[in-house]
């Protein structure tokens, strides 16, 4: 599976940059990835989610070319099985249909019919889930995809210190939850080991309702600080072996990149809000918007979801988060060799987001990470609007120069 989406990943890359060797080196960058060969070694959700994520967005890359139906039902089906693999991707179809059907109307294609098929399509999702989330009722007593979000939200408000926010009647538990280390260890004494956690879930929830400004402040805080995270816990490298210096540096190489994943939020987003600026015959750029969006829902869900683990977590996304990061800096280099008039802006640019890279991290404050990110993203957007025909036109003038070569 992981070798088909290294494949999978080389053609996403190269239909959005639309540069062979640009594509083949994101290609070679997921195939010599050890931190995503550690959690296929000990064959855990992480392949089967990475598989399902790029045939998803594969799907609807080929659902953008032409709006057939048939792809839209594919992706449905698609979403059904990636959801039942990881949670967090619940409202995935709700958001990329409407961001599909605003790339249709500016392309000149809505009708009646496709807004349609894609509230059918993201029907029978939500359908199909609460279909299973009925089943588990029945069975578990749980309605719900995983009892697991009751413990995590608990595990959440301990790590945020928001544990003593709690109003009456859990005010009472509090003294015994802030004794516990963490919520795993919590869930496995009375009161709090009934059932699926309900307890736990409970005392969440009520916490976060009774502070709901500070809950979102500290989710938006662990998700810029969790942006680089990146965890070998499940890679073994003998150092002894007959590979194991070779192997040592492509681990360092890997590492090297996940840190670059901090501005990767700033650079998700800026390219989803410019999918939809662009001019509608821009099709590269709207397929690197499709991208951005998937990366930055991924990033604000799992944030939101869960207290830890969060290099795992976004495995999903490595190859599209990747092809954002990697491919940005690639274009933005490119179009400075290309275009005088350009040069000095676009290496700017380039210089501007790699001293993010450096200094995000060094950053202690939440306020001025989220300046910092803000600022990128804005300063991204621009130069993508700005500079969309030229910068996403590499294609064309290569096919251009090869066919004047033929001609000749």
């Known amino acids: 599976m992981i070798l088909g989406a290294v494949v999978v990943t080389y053609f996403i890359a190269r239909?959005?940059?639309?540069?062979?060797?640009?594509?083949?080196?994101?290609?070679?960058?997921?195939?010599?990835?050890?931190?995503?060969?550690?959690?296929?070694?000990?064959?855990?959700?992480?392949?089967?989610?990475?598989?399902?994520?790029?045939?998803?967005?594969?799907?609807?890359?080929?659902?953008?070319?032409?709006?057939?139906?048939?792809y839209l039902w594919?992706?449905?089906?698609?979403?059904?099985?990636?959801?039942?693999?990881?949670?967090e991707w619940v409202l995935m179809m709700a958001i990329l249909v409407p961001y599909l059907l605003v790339m249709a109307r500016r392309r000149g294609v809505l009708s009646r019919r496709l807004v349609a098929q894609g509230v059918a399509s993201t029907a029978v999702v939500f359908m199909a889930i609460g279909a299973y989330c009925a089943g588990n009722l029945v069975v578990n007593g749980y309605f719900g995809l995983s009892s697991f979000t009751n413990v995590a939200l608990l595990g959440k408000l301990m790590v945020y210190g928001m544990v003593p926010d709690a109003p009456a009647p859990y005010s009472s538990l509090v003294p015994m939850v802030e004794s516990y280390p963490s919520a795993w260890e919590l869930v496995l004494v009375p009161p709090f080991n009934d059932r699926n956690s309900a307890l736990a879930g409970e005392f969440a929830r009520a916490v976060i309702i009774h502070e709901p400004v500070r809950f979102t402040q500290n989710v938006l805080g662990s998700a810029i600080s969790s942006a680089g995270d990146h965890e070998t816990n499940f890679l073994r490298i003998d150092a002894n072996g007959p590979f194991g210096r070779w192997l040592a540096v492509l681990l360092a190489i890997s590492q090297s990149r996940y840190r670059a994943f901090v501005i990767l939020p700033a650079l998700a987003l800026a390219w989803a809000i410019a999918g939809l600026i662009v001019p509608a015959t821009n099709r590269r750029a709207q397929i690197m918007g499709v991208l951005g969006l998937f990366v930055f829902?991924?990033?604000?869900?799992?944030?939101?979801?869960?207290?830890?683990?969060?290099?795992r977590l976004r495995m999903p996304v490595n190859s599209?988060?990747?092809?954002?990061?990697?491919?940005?800096?690639?274009?933005?280099?490119?179009?400075?060799?290309?275009?005088?008039?350009?040069?000095?802006?676009?290496?700017?640019?380039v210089v501007f987001e790699l001293a993010g890279i450096g200094l995000l991290p060094h950053l202690t404050s939440t306020g001025l990470s989220e300046i910092a990110l803000i600022a990128i993203a804005l300063v991204t957007t621009f130069a993508i609007v700005r500079w969309s025909g030229p910068l996403m036109s590499i294609e064309r003038e290569a096919s251009s120069g090869q066919a004047a070569s033929t001609t000749g």
Request: aromatic content about 8%; overall charge neutral.
């Open 297 to 311: 829902y991924d990033w604000l869900t799992t944030a939101a979801g869960t207290y830890g683990e969060f290099g």
């Open 15 to 70: 239909a959005a940059l639309g540069h062979r060797w640009m594509a083949f080196l994101i290609g070679v960058v997921i195939a010599t990835d050890l931190l995503m060969a550690g959690y296929v070694r000990v064959v855990m959700s992480e392949t089967l989610a990475v598989t399902l994520t790029l045939l998803l967005l594969a799907a609807t890359l080929r659902y953008m070319a032409d709006f057939k139906p048939l």
């Open 320 to 349: 599209a988060g990747t092809i954002i990061v990697i491919g940005t800096l690639f274009l933005l280099v490119s179009l400075a060799l290309r275009d005088r008039d350009k040069l000095i802006p676009a290496v700017a640019l």
């Open 74 to 87: 594919v992706m449905a089906g698609l979403t059904v099985a990636l959801i039942l693999t990881r949670p």
